[in-house]
């Protein structure tokens, strides 16, 4: 008697599935690029796969407080608002716009799943799955709970929304040694320690240790009662210069303004970062230190005063053990204080990318094409596979801009995202989509300017032409020593 599923007109469990698009990775890169490929080709089919239990990728493993690190306004997928457009009336960022929670982005993009994706019919969704390459380069998905594999036909292309692999400290334990007895934990335990200690040091200066000092000063422990392990010190972004809303439209754009005309003015490296501290554009911790490492890390003027009331400020690199009575550092040892909680924030954030073309023959890797701007580039690149011809036409417009790493990469950023600006530019269908698209934080810095608003217009004006002085000079800037 036939009883296989096929006989009553379904596919066997094991039969290979069909689809246009193998999305593998739910993270934020993946459902940006997925929100805006349904729009662009409503014809294609997706299967999504990622081994976690739901979309969001790493800000499933964020610590409690986390927030974004810059306005929610042009985050999320393009399709829908991530929260709501307000102002934050307490606390550190106060006066600037609201930063999503971590939980209020989890949400966000389990919504669209929940509410976009799988409605459309379009969009196939295995969570708890794993994606493996077979030797023979054919594409198998296996599932953590019913361990069934599966191979997978691919039509047109598999999106790999893996590659910034983001280190977070709770999936990432410290490359440090630990003596049996020392207090240390990852900074997502620091909401649960039972009780209060005589001393925190923080091990890590990206913006999850800022983010651990900050909480730490907010809930009441002295300045004094902290010490911060500070491998290197980073230039920082002030985030009230990235800001939504026709009432900053002239600063965000003085901003922009300033940072082309450090490139193009400027003679040297160095003279650049000297211009853009004296603007106002970069910030640093210390003005005595010079940083030797810039993550487009954002901060706002009242973090920064709150950060410096911490003195005891470690500056002998990378933390290598705690002993009960000594650290060891790459540039020297340190006594321990007594009863001191160790808060591990060391894990490196978005890492450097591969280098890689974004569209790779039977592949597409999600990588950025404009600075700091990941769900951005998700969205647009998901554009240009959708309307542009042919894979060198493509990479053209999209040559990918490399996570930074030292103060360097800020020019290195400028250049690939000028060059990819110009050629957006000449494309009339981008030009559009550009101008609507809620995640390209231009347009929606510039939402509300008038045809008749001649004020406003003279200084997009002016920023357009600082930009295309900019890019013409980075080359000679770039040739020259750091
Ligand atoms: C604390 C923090 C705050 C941030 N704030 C901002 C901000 O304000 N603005 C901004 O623009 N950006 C911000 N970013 C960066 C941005 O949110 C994303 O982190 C970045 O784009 C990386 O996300 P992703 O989707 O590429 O990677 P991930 O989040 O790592 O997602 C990749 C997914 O792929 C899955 N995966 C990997 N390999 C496989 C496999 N073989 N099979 C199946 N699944 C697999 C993983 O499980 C994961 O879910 C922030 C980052 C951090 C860490």
């Known amino acids: 008697m036939e009883t296989s599923q096929a006989a009553r007109g379904r596919a066997p469990a094991d039969a290979p599935l069909e689809t246009d698009y193998l999305v593998v990775g739910a993270g934020a890169m993946g459902m940006a690029f997925v929100d805006s490929l349904l729009s662009e080709q409503p014809e294609a089919q997706v299967l999504m796969v990622d081994r976690q239990h739901r979309p969001g990728g790493h800000w499933n493993h964020a610590y409690p407080w986390v927030r974004l690190h810059q306005p929610s306004a042009w985050y999320g997928v393009a399709s829908r608002e991530l929260g709501s457009v307000d102002k934050d009336t307490l606390g550190l960022n106060a006066g600037l716009y609201r930063m999503a929670t971590g939980t209020e982005v989890l949400t966000h993009f389990e919504q669209v799943m929940q509410q976009r994706f799988l409605p459309s019919g379009r969009v196939r969704w295995l969570p708890m799955t794993d994606y493996q390459r077979g030797a023979d380069g054919t594409h198998r998905v296996v599932s953590h709970v019913g361990s069934q594999a599966r191979t997978v036909r691919v039509r047109r292309r598999l999106v790999d929304a893996t590659q910034l692999r983001p280190e977070v400290p709770s999936t990432h334990p410290p490359r440090y040694a ?80 300033d940072q082309f005309g450090a490139i193009a003015e400027a003679g040297t490296p160095a003279a650049v970062f000297a211009r853009l501290e004296a603007t106002g554009a970069l910030l640093r911790l210390d003005p005595t230190v010079e940083p030797t490492m810039y993550r487009c890390c954002t901060v706002t003027q009242d973090e920064l005063t709150a950060l410096r009331t911490i003195t005891d400020v470690v ?25 001191t909680l160790y808060i591990d924030c060391s894990a490196a954030g978005i890492k450097p990318m591969p280098r890689l073309p974004v569209f790779d023959g039977e592949r597409i890797n999600l990588l950025l094409v404009r600075v700091c701007q990941p769900l951005f580039s998700a969205a647009l690149i998901a554009y240009v596979e959708s309307h542009v011809d042919g894979d060198a036409a493509r990479n053209a417009m999209c040559a990918a801009v490399p996570i930074p790493e030292v103060p360097r990469d800020w020019i290195v950023m400028w250049a690939l995202t000028l060059a990819n600006t110009a050629q957006w530019a000449q494309h009339e269908g981008l030009s559009a989509w550009l101008r609507n698209c809620r995640l390209n934080s231009n347009a929606v810095m510039a939402r509300g300017v008038t045809p008749d608003d001649q004020p406003r217009l003279a200084l997009l004006a002016q920023v357009s032409a600082l930009a295309q002085q900019a890019g013409a000079r980075v080359p000679a800037l770039l040739a020259m020593p750091s």
């Open 178 to 257: 630990r003596s049996p007895g020392v207090s240390c934990i990852p900074v997502n335990e620091l909401v649960s320690t039972p009780r209060a200690y005589a001393r925190y040091t923080v091990v890590g200066s990206g913006k999850t240790g800022i983010d651990a000092c900050l909480w730490l000063l907010e809930h009441g422990v002295a300045p004094a009662q902290i010490r911060w392990i500070m491998p290197r010190d980073a230039w920082m972004l002030d985030r009230a210069n990235y800001q939504p809303g026709l009432e900053n439209f002239e600063r965000n754009m003085t901003h922009l303004a």
């Open 315 to 339: 500056r002998l690199g990378r933390l290598r053990a705690i002993e009960p009575t000594r650290l060891e550092l790459d540039r020297g040892s340190l006594p321990a204080v007594a009863d």
